[in-house]
């Protein structure tokens, strides 16, 4: 018996290794895969950023070059002094606040009652909001422009705005984790004489704020990287956005590289700068939509 396990304990010992250095094996090669997709992902931007810091006659010149022979900040300057860039960014500012503000609050309330509260035509209402999720937004395009130039509400902040409050993902993702809350909490808050909005305000949300920041950050991005909607309800300059104006920039300058992607590297600061600063978020917003579409 102490031959045979002699004889088996080297024999797993070299089976335990081999299964080691296949897995070390997969975990170096999905490594590097990685890094070479993220490298191919990367270099778009990259190249963006250092034709941005070229000058004009540098980008039209043959031949590739990673790097620019003489740093310039002259298409930022002149994207900033000769374009709109200042209000365009003032209109994304307004409008991105507002929506996110709007969606959150309008979102919340409609899943802490869907979720908590029993009325007539409860479960229709869900089972619309389900369908309107599988509604891609372009295909209501066409109307949103009908009911807004209708209401004479083209070039017009609030224009921009309304059809953009329609986020049916927030409302699933609320109602999914209003679901998760314990009934002792509704029921405690009820023995305290506490209506539904102490409720939603005073518990619920704020056993969410996680989940709230995190719908609030990828609501602001999206509606910042926004482009079909205000390119079709802003068509005065002055109350383009930032991803419209920059079209106009292009228009504007033709074949100057440097300043067409100067502009366009303006345009995409304030979203790259509040994914770096609250990356986690964003991904949570990111996993939890995931989520729920899977």
């Not at 810091?53 to 003489?70: F, H, I, M, N, S």
């Not at 920041?213 to 991005?221: N, Q």
């Not at 992607?261 to 990111?286: D, H, S």
Request: charged share 10%; glycine share 6%; no cysteine.
């Amino acid at each position: 018996m102490s031959t045979v396990n002699a004889t088996a304990a080297p024999a797993a010992r070299t089976s335990v290794r081999s299964r080691g250095q296949t897995t070390s094996l997969g975990t170096k090669l999905i490594t590097a895969l990685t890094v070479v997709v993220a490298a191919i992902w990367f270099f778009p931007l990259y190249w963006a950023i250092v034709t941005s810091l070229k000058t004009d006659e540098e980008t039209v010149r043959a031949g590739l070059r990673l790097l620019p022979e003489e740093p310039t900040l002259k298409g930022y300057l002149f994207v900033i002094q000769n374009s709109d860039l200042p209000i365009w960014y003032m209109n994304s500012v307004i409008t991105s606040v507002i929506i996110t503000i709007v969606s959150v609050l309008m979102s919340a309330g409609a899943g802490y009652a869907i979720s908590q509260l029993k009325f007539p035509g409860r479960q229709i209402l869900w089972t619309l909001i389900l369908a309107s999720f599988m509604v891609p937004v372009s295909a209501l395009i066409v109307n949103h422009f009908i009911i807004i130039a209708g209401v004479k509400l083209l070039n017009t902040h609030l224009g921009i705005i309304l059809p953009m409050l329609i986020t049916p993902v927030t409302v699933i993702v609320y109602k999914q984790f209003f679901d998760s809350v314990p009934r002792e909490y509704r029921e405690a808050a009820v023995i305290d004489n506490a209506n539904e909005f102490q409720m939603l305000f005073r518990i619920f949300l704020p056993m969410n704020w996680g989940v709230t920041t995190a719908l609030a950050i990828i609501t602001f991005i999206g509606a910042w990287n926004s482009f079909l909607w205000p390119f079709l309800a802003a068509q005065n300059e002055k109350m383009m956005t930032v991803t419209v104006g920059i079209t106009a920039v292009q228009d504007s300058y033709g074949v100057a590289f440097a300043r067409v992607l100067a502009g366009a590297v303006l345009a995409g600061l304030p979203v790259a700068l509040a994914y770096l600063l609250f990356q986690k978020r964003v991904t949570q917003a990111i996993t939890l939509s995931a989520g729920i579409k899977g």
